[in-house]
């Protein structure tokens, strides 16, 4: 059937409407093929910039739009939103109040919340809810910052006049008034300082030619441990026979054996050995000392030793006699001075250790005494105390040594002894020693069997 032009016409026209009809529909945000939207309110406390047909928003994809804006009775803004129906969100859904950029116009964002939980049905609330920020209120704020601002040039000029007498001005006029003092006091003590700075120079020459001075005596020092390295090589005396001889560490291993056989309950205890030698300034001579260490726990400790002293402190006898001449008798004190040499003096002491301090006391070279000692890396620092018997006035013995750890087992020493001694000039020295525990002694001397655990 051929159609007329007229009906043509109108189905054009019908065709137009139709398209139109749903392009607005589109653009409108309605949800009239899809079902139609169901209405969710929020409480806000303010609304500014927020119209009707403002869109409303999920993760940036429109769901809706804004209906309606009211008032509500405690004087806050009430805003009812279409959601389209296929849009389900949790009831602790979360509503915002945004804004498109700097200017931009106002819309609405819902963050969904808890999956899990029953949806928002038609005319519930938000629970929450929060107001976006508004261009007055930013102007507001920038308004207050430029009042403090200018309130702060202001008393920074006040500062700088001079004329208003600001403090800046005062600084610095006290401190060219200070500057003035410091050069009249230069130029009034111009002598003294003089004398100052020779003083400085006569001390550092006097530095200088104790150092060389006391340069042979460290040379000699150096000689003295030589030797006595180089007899330990040789296998001469007791510590060369003991490196050197293959029956004698044999000898000194079944020791080691019995020892921790004999101990018992204690087969955990570390057994160490240790020899020092200290060259002395003021007596020209050595002093030697040998250690044995016995340490049930890390840290705890038993700490024995020998020491042969070649110039041990002076003795001094009070002895008290009465003369009778004439019928009278008269009292008479005489004290004496008993010198000793090469004497032996024993040592015996418990240790505990904190961190790396560690703490002893008992008898130290025959006296009763107290020490601290401190141990970080390969540097130490020794300090002992004893000898406090003060009948004639005199001082306790006091030891300061510094000690560096050249290999695990070898190490330097250096220090001054007696420094309190009114009767004689601290006696300074410097040395050597090494340390050895069970296990390093059998390692030393080759055999293959290790002491028992």
Partial sequence: MKLSNEVKVGLFAAAIIIIITMVTIRVGDKSIISGGDYDLMGIFTNATGLYPKAAVEV?????????????TADGKAQVTMGVNRD????????????????????????????????????????????????INGMVNQFNSIADDVKEITHTLKGWVNEKEGGAIASTVNNLNDFVKVMRDLTTKNEQNLDRIVNNMADL???IKSMVQNSKQDVENSMDRI?????????????????????????KLNDAVDSLNEALGGYKKMELGFGFQTEYLNRSKDFKNYFNVSLSPTPDESILLGLVSDPSPDTKREKRITGVTVGGTTTTVTTENEVLQRDSVLFSAQLAKKFYDFTIRGGIIESKG??????????????????????KFNEKPHLKL?????????????GGA?????????????VGGGFRLVDDDIKSLLGLSSMVKK
């Fill in 59 to 71: 993760a940036g994809v429109s769901i809706g739009v804004v209906k309606n804006i009211g008032l």
């Fill in 87 to 134: 849009v389900h969100l949790p009831q602790n859904s979360r509503c915002f109040l945004r804004t498109r950029g700097f200017l931009g116009e106002a819309f609405v964002e819902i963050i969904p919340g808890d999956s899990s939980l029953p949806p928002l049905k038609d005319g519930e609330f938000f629970t929450t809810t929060e107001s976006g920020g508004d």
């Fill in 204 to 206: 550092t020459h006097e």
């Fill in 226 to 250: 030589a030797s006595i390295t180089q007899k330990i090589d040789e296998g001469r005396g007791t510590i060369g026979k003991l490196v050197n001889d293959p029956e004698t560490a044999q």
């Fill in 369 to 390: 005494g107290v020490g601290l000692d401190y141990l970080k890396g390969p540097v130490g620092v020794s300090f002992s105390a004893f000898d406090f018997e003060n």
């Fill in 401 to 413: 040594t510094g000690s560096v750890n050249v290999t695990q087992n070898l190490y330097l020493v």
């Fill in 417 to 429: 002894d007696d420094p309190l001694n009114p009767a004689q000039k601290t006696d300074y020295f």
